[in-house]
């Protein structure tokens, strides 16, 4: 069975401050592995993804991740954290069967000023 | 590049009543998803289409949930009739055609249900 798990709830942070957002999953085969986010009354938005290649994932805002096969992680970074940064962080595991996302259970990221 | 289209964005309705909602997704992506994510957990997949067929739909309570893509471009999602537990953000979104599960999904605004 494939799954995604994001161990913690919130991440605290002060502005500037690095910031990094946990991601473990579980999968046979080859993981293709994402991370959205979600601002208040809006839909996912694409931050990036790890399909193959280098574990070092550049994406929008400044965002990076760290896909680890060692450890089963994709834990998403950013070297330096905005108050605008708040919202919620879903990892997912898109499965190369149906092809549906397998999505954690969020953690929601507060950047303090 | 217009994004996935979702209406309404709220919907408040009485248990037992009926409800639908619509999706038009990006230009050209041939598959379409709807999720439904309650309140404190993630999106759960309820339906997906490839086109205007249906490719997994293990997930849909079809006792009360039906979905259709007639043309193969916009979809609706109908919940009859509702219960307090649908109260609950509905996300569609669509993929282009291409590498499979490499490619992205990207989601529209969300309906979100109140069931009273």
């Known amino acids: 069975a494939q799954s995604v798990a994001q161990p913690e709830d919130q991440v605290n942070v002060a502005e500037g401050n690095p910031l990094t957002v946990k991601c473990t999953y579980s999968?046979?085969?080859?993981?293709?592995l994402f991370w959205y986010v979600q601002y208040p009354n809006r839909g996912l938005q694409f931050l990036l993804k790890?399909?193959?290649?280098?574990?070092l994932v550049k994406g929008s805002y400044g965002f990076e991740a760290e896909f680890n096969k060692s450890q089963t992680s994709f834990h998403l970074k950013k070297p330096s954290a905005l108050v605008s940064d708040s919202a919620l962080y879903f990892c997912?595991?898109?499965?190369?069967?149906?092809?549906?996302?397998?999505f954690g259970t969020g953690t929601r990221l507060l950047v303090s000023p | 590049e217009a994004g996935v289209a979702q209406s309404p964005r709220y919907k408040i309705i009485e248990k037992r009543q009926s409800v639908a909602f619509w999706c038009n997704p990006i230009?050209?992506?041939?598959?379409l998803y709807w999720y439904q994510q309650i309140l404190g957990q993630g999106p759960k997949l309820l339906i997906q289409?490839?086109?205007?067929?249906?490719?997994?739909d293990s997930q849909l309570p079809k006792d009360r949930f039906s979905a259709e893509r007639l043309k193969g471009v916009d979809s609706t999602l109908k919940i009859q009739p509702a219960k307090l537990e649908d109260s609950a953000v509905y996300l569609c979104?669509?993929?282009?055609?291409?590498?499979?599960?490499?490619?992205?999904?990207?989601f529209g605004p969300g309906t979100r249900l109140l069931v009273l």
């Open positions: 999968v046979s085969g080859n993981p293709y």
């Open positions: 979104a669509s993929k282009k055609p291409g590498q499979g599960a490499r490619e992205t999904q990207y």
């Open positions: 997912a595991l898109q499965n190369t069967g149906f092809q549906k996302l397998v």
């Open positions: 230009s050209g992506h041939a598959t």
């Open positions: 289409f490839q086109n205007n067929g249906v490719v997994d």
């Open positions: 790890y399909i193959t290649g280098d574990n």
